[in-house]
């Protein structure tokens, strides 16, 4: 399994001048505000403060780029659907969001993450789609699986599948920031990918 040593906040950018140009493959991570990305970033690498959470959705507000070991990059795009914001502003992250989804040349595997709790939103499912649509490699992280009693977690993984057509064999994952069920399985398939 892929063991995470010493990964660090490397850079914020907002546009293309600003990506990191050394060619290391990139894992990006995509997902609605407030759906715990900085919490899966900060379970994967078992550091509690790697990437800032908050209880308010829409904190991330540019693109943030983790080195891991200097073997390959998390990139973390701005939380799309977030309703508190101006039009504008929502505009603009989604300006952020699709330029670097074209325009980025190491994107090795798009993680999209969705919250177990709900069947996948209209926008969840216009991003799963663009997602199949790139032929990338991708990966459903099925987040915040602590929040549901295990007589649930099945019935719920299974609304998630149905509601995602043409999902790969073994491409969803059940993930929990909180107690790292999903982590040794999301590493493996890093590892896989790098």
């Not at 959705?57 to 891991?68: A, E, M, V």
């Amino acid at each position: 399994m892929l063991k995470i040593n010493e990964p660090f906040l490397e850079r914020m950018a907002v546009d293309e001048k600003s990506y990191p140009k050394d060619g290391l493959k990139e894992i990006v991570l995509v997902g609605r505000s407030n759906v715990g990305k900085s919490s899966f970033i900060n379970a994967l690498t078992n550091r509690k403060k790697l990437a800032y959470t908050s209880s308010s959705p829409g904190k991330t507000r540019t693109i943030n780029f983790y080195n891991i070991d200097n073997m390959f990059r998390i990139v973390d795009l701005p939380g799309y659907g977030y309703a508190k914001i101006s039009m504008s502003e929502r505009e603009k992250w989604k300006k952020i969001i699709e330029e670097y989804l074209v325009k980025s040349q190491n994107i090795a595997l798009i993680c999209q993450i969705i919250d177990v709790r709900h069947e996948p939103t209209k926008l969840d499912l216009m991003m799963y789609d663009y997602i199949q649509s790139t032929g990338t490699d991708y990966l459903i992280i099925a987040n915040k699986l602590d929040k549901l009693k295990s007589s649930q977690i099945l019935k719920q993984i299974s609304i998630i599948k149905k509601s995602l057509i043409n999902l790969e064999k073994d491409s969803l994952i059940p993930f929990s920031s909180q107690d790292k069920r999903g982590v040794k399985e999301v590493l493996n398939k890093f590892e896989e990918i790098i």
